[in-house]
């Protein structure tokens, strides 16, 4: 029983890596494109738990709001409409696999490099140490983009914000001769505007 | 609970017993949940036939006590139909997918003082993203029933839940400035000392968008055009029976009653008493009303429930394009000029900042 206690962060680990891998597969071998959504979000929801062993618990719950939360259901939105046969996609396959093989190799060898920095001397924390944590890891974590990476938070948020106008401005377009709504004159209409109150006798005059 | 549990069961390792005592506590808070979101759909019943000057349910038992066990047992015993065309395996997961984000979001609700079955440090952040959990519930059911309807009904959910997502999160946004914290015990903790220290007060206009949001976000009336009776018949859910069908309207409700609990924690003090440093807590029997406790945050809880259910006997439903204009013209801007007000506050030092 000791044991199983002792062990239990592991199992959680391998089983989550497990189910991670194995959704991560989902994703580029489901037929149904909505499917492929489906995987990515477990992707997603699962990282976030293998975080949450990390003690990484803002970056957790932020995972999920943000990507499983927000992105995804756009995503879920757009797939679902569009009308995509999987056949068609399936036809560029050989002639984009050396590049897939290339990006894929590329990944690898980052993951790789994992093994390169601890034997390089690098100082590496093993176990999320708690004392770190103390003032809980959001404030830990917002402490340090508010003070010492104050200017490359902000870039990175002009920069989002930059994508937002842009996106916007290429996707709008004006329509003519849209019958649109406009409350405020409607809120400021007056009873003369709309209604003439004619006076008349109630019978005709012989 | 542990100690007792600890001395039961001393054989067991201790963080076994820590995972049991949590089963516990977590069995007995689905359980009070999933009895008070019976007796919501019976109060709303009694609250809108009042209203509309009818009984209400009468029949079952006194005054219709046993309608929502009735009303339980059909629902389980009915059939699930399943359409032909629809991918079963979706359709028979999104009940769940829309169930369990609104039972877990319960975890981290403080229901009396010193207790929360998660006393996360990030709590508002993990309520606000399994409050957006919900919506792949919706939008699956939608999409796998293969059903115009259905799917017309999820779309029209999907993006009204994206839209008021955000002022709702800017409405926390506010929360979390005046409190200094993201952990909802922290956050009533903040409010104590009665009334006058409710963040309602300094927090006014973003208390009026955290409520209407959530009463959009759960889909209740007059913001029910995912259901919409009368245009796509029942929006997402037309095509569930029996059991699937009981699942999603557990959320429903499950969500509403969240929705209610959440802004009597966050605006209205939760546990805390309206009267605490008004009245002497040392005084016989008027001396009770000082004191925090659970019951406080039910009544407080029980104020917005109601208002849930006025709302949907007194509107009309929205229309689409109203629903949009409101969400992204009216309520985002509201939110972010008081977070600015909130910043001028906290640099004044007014109200919770002092």
New interface residues.
């Given amino acids: 029983m000791q044991l199983l206690v002792d062990w239990f962060p592991f199992i959680l680990f391998s089983g989550w890596s497990g189910m991670l891998i194995a959704s991560a597969l989902g994703v580029i071998l489901a037929r149904n494109p909505v499917h492929s959504v489906l995987f990515l979000v477990l992707c997603f929801v699962i990282s976030a738990a293998i975080w949450l062993l990390l003690h990484a618990e803002f970056l957790a719950v932020a995972l999920v709001l943000v990507y499983v939360g927000a992105v995804m259901v756009l995503l879920l939105f757009v797939v679902m409409m569009l009308d995509i046969k999987a056949e068609r996609m399936r036809e560029g396959l050989v002639r984009y696999a050396p590049f897939g093989v290339l990006v894929g190799l590329l990944l690898a060898a980052q993951l790789a490099s994992v093994w390169w920095l601890r034997d390089s001397g690098m100082e590496l924390l093993a176990q999320p140490q708690t004392p770190y944590f103390s003032e809980g890891n959001t404030r830990a974590l917002g402490e340090l983009l508010y003070t010492e990476h104050l200017y490359a938070f902000e870039i990175a948020g002009y920069i989002l914000l930059l994508a937002i106008v842009g996106a916007i401005t290429l996707t709008l377009r004006r329509r003519g001769g849209l019958r649109v709504q406009q409350v405020s004159e409607q809120v400021a209409v007056r009873p003369e505007d709309r209604v003439r109150l004619v006076k008349m006798k109630a019978e005709r005059p012989e | 609970m542990t100690q007792i549990l600890a001395e039961w069961l001393g054989f067991?390792?201790i963080?076994?017993v820590e995972a049991l005592a949590s089963l516990l506590a977590i069995l007995a808070l689905a359980v009070v949940v999933i009895l008070c979101v019976a007796y919501t759909t019976w109060l709303e019943r009694k609250v809108i036939g009042f209203m509309q000057l009818r009984q209400g349910p009468n029949r079952v038992g006194f005054r219709g006590l046993l309608q929502p066990f009735a009303d339980v047992l059909k629902l389980l015993v009915k059939e699930i139909v399943i359409p032909g065309q629809a991918?079963r395996w979706?359709f028979l997961t999104a009940p769940i997918l829309a169930l369990v984000p609104a039972l877990a979001a319960w975890a981290v609700i403080p229901a009396f003082p010193g207790f929360a079955i998660a006393d996360?440090?990030?709590g508002l952040?993990?309520l606000?993203?399994m409050t957006?959990?919900g919506?792949?519930g919706i939008?699956?059911a939608g999409?796998a029933s293969n059903s115009k309807y259905a799917?017309l009904g999820a779309?029209r959910s999907?993006a009204q839940m994206?839209a008021y997502?955000i002022a709702m999160g800017f409405a926390l946004v506010g929360v979390l400035m005046a409190s200094g914290s993201?952990?909802l015990g922290e956050i009533v903790a903040r409010q104590s000392g009665g009334m006058s220290q409710w963040f309602i007060w300094p927090l006014a206009p973003l208390f009026l968008v955290y409520f209407i949001s959530g009463v959009a976000e759960t889909n209740r009336a007059p913001f029910d055009v995912a259901e919409g009776e009368s245009e796509i018949v029942a929006g997402f859910h037309v095509e569930y029976a029996g059991a699937t069908f009981a699942m999603f309207f557990l959320a429903e409700y499950a969500n509403m009653l969240l929705i209610a609990t959440l802004t009597a924690v966050l605006f209205l003090g939760g546990w805390d008493s309206p009267f605490s440093g008004l009245i002497d807590p040392g005084l016989p029997v008027v001396g009770m009303l000082a004191a925090p406790g659970l019951f406080w945050l039910a009544a407080k809880t029980f104020v917005f429930l109601f208002v849930f259910l006025w709302l949907r006997a007194t509107f009309p439903r929205y229309r689409y394009?109203q629903i949009m204009?409101l969400g992204w013209k009216v309520f985002i801007p509201v939110t972010l000029v008081w977070i600015g007000v909130e910043a001028v506050f906290s640099v004044l030092e007014i109200g919770p900042f002092a």
């Fill in positions: 067991l390792p963080e076994a991918n979706l996360l440090d990030a952040l993990y606000l993203s957006s959990l919506i792949y939008i699956l999409w799917l779309m999907a994206v997502e993201l952990n394009d204009r």
